[in-house]
């Protein structure tokens, strides 16, 4: 089974741009959907973006629309998460998951069945 692993988070003031890694331990990568979530302290797990294998657009929570873009480097292994724009409330550990199916992935709650996910960079916007 494919594992994940997260980097690039860290501490940026509002307005700055960070962009996290998914560096993924196997090519069968290539055959999942990717997703990235993010978490605060005491909430759930909250759905941020998500791409499929069939060329179709990437989801985004209307939160991030038009200021993170999904993205999958296949040459690398690795998905990625370019956040511009950031803002106090995107505080938050961000975490990577991947399925084989993308419906499991933008589905509410849907996260809850996944099993392969990265193990989260905590992401701080300060203001």
């Known amino acids: 089974q494919v594992q994940l692993v997260e980097s690039g988070g860290g501490l940026v003031q509002s307005g700055g741009s960070l962009r996290l890694s998914c560096a993924a331990s196997e090519r069968t990568f290539s055959r999942y959907a990717l997703a990235w979530f993010r978490q605060t302290p005491g909430k759930e797990r909250q759905f941020v973006a998500a791409i499929s294998r069939s060329g179709g657009t990437p989801y985004y929570a209307d939160s991030v629309k038009g200021r993170f873009t999904i993205s999958i480097d296949d040459a690398k292994n690795t998905g990625y998460l370019q956040m511009n724009s950031l803002k106090p409330e995107d505080t938050a550990v961000y975490y990577c998951?991947?399925?084989?199916?993308?419906?499991?992935?933008?589905?509410?709650?849907?996260?809850?069945?996944?099993?392969?996910w990265g193990q989260g960079t905590l992401v701080t916007v300060s203001s």
């Open positions: 998951a991947a399925d084989k199916s993308i419906s499991i992935l933008t589905t509410t709650l849907g996260y809850k069945y996944l099993e392969v």
